[in-house]
């Protein structure tokens, strides 16, 4: 992850937070900054090509999520090989045969109140946090392929889960993202 050569960027200004290659070609994550928003873009570093937008969040999340978001993101690359926003859309566009979603548990926080759903999508199952009002916020992917473990231990992962951002005032999964970047950073 590369940092912006001034301390604070402009209003407006595009800076680059990280760099990532996919099949030989190198993106950019830019970070801009426009009122209290900041956008996170994912482009080509040719500056040809299609860009995506990543994540619109409100400035107050901090520095932290914002660094989890990029690790999250770059790691997901990295996994798939690919651009993680494309194939998002490409899921969406029609290669998902059914969807079925649930909501399992609400929690509420300094910061609002978040919904945890649990989808299933082509016969796996997976546990999501998302903002109950819908609108910019950042969701997360708690648990993937959940299916196998029973109803239980999905029970079990929502009822540990909400206890966690109870204890925390925070999003969990933020914050162990934001733990592992502090720990790999200090290893």
Same mark, same amino acid.
């Given at each position: 992850?590369?940092?912006?050569s001034?301390?604070?960027?402009?209003?407006?200004?595009?800076?680059e937070?990280?760099?990532?290659?996919?099949?030989?070609?190198?993106?950019?994550?830019?970070g801009?900054r426009?009122g209290?928003v900041?956008?996170?873009?994912?482009?080509?570093?040719?500056?040809?090509?299609r860009?995506?937008?990543?994540e619109?969040?409100?400035e107050r999340?901090?520095y932290s *999520? @914002?660094?989890?978001?990029i690790e =999250?993101? /770059?790691r +997901? %690359?990295e !996994?798939l &090989?690919?651009? #993680?926003? $494309?194939?998002?859309i490409?899921?969406?566009?029609g290669?998902?045969e059914h969807?079925?979603q649930?909501?399992?548990?609400?929690?509420?926080?300094?910061?609002?109140?978040?919904?945890?759903?649990?989808?299933?999508?082509?016969n796996?199952?997976?546990?999501?946090?998302r903002?109950?009002?819908?609108?910019?916020?950042?969701s997360?992917l708690?648990?993937c392929?959940?299916?196998?473990d029973?109803?239980s *231990? @999905?029970?079990?992962?929502v009822? =540990?889960? /909400?206890? +966690? %951002?109870? !204890?925390? &005032?925070a999003? #969990?999964m $933020?914050?162990?993202?934001?733990?592992?970047v502090?720990?790999?950073?200090?290893?």
């Open positions: 992850m590369r940092r912006a001034r301390s604070k960027p402009t209003v407006g200004e595009r800076v937070l990280a760099r990532y290659s996919v099949r030989g070609r190198t993106r950019i994550l830019y801009q426009i209290r900041v956008r996170v873009t994912d482009c080509p570093a040719s500056g040809r090509g860009s995506y937008l990543v619109r969040g409100l999340d901090g *999520a @914002l660094r989890a978001l =999250d993101y /770059t +997901q %690359a !996994r &090989d690919s651009i #993680p926003m $494309a194939v998002t490409t899921m969406a566009v290669l998902i969807i079925d649930v909501e399992l548990g609400r929690y509420a926080f300094t910061g609002g109140e978040r919904v945890l759903y649990g989808q299933r999508i082509n796996v199952v997976r546990v999501t946090d903002p109950a009002g819908g609108g910019g916020a950042r997360y708690v648990e392929g959940v299916e196998g029973g109803y *231990a @999905l029970e079990a992962l009822a =540990d889960y /909400t206890r +966690q %951002a109870e !204890r925390l &005032d999003i #969990p $933020a914050v162990s993202l934001a733990r592992a502090e720990e790999e950073a200090a290893a």
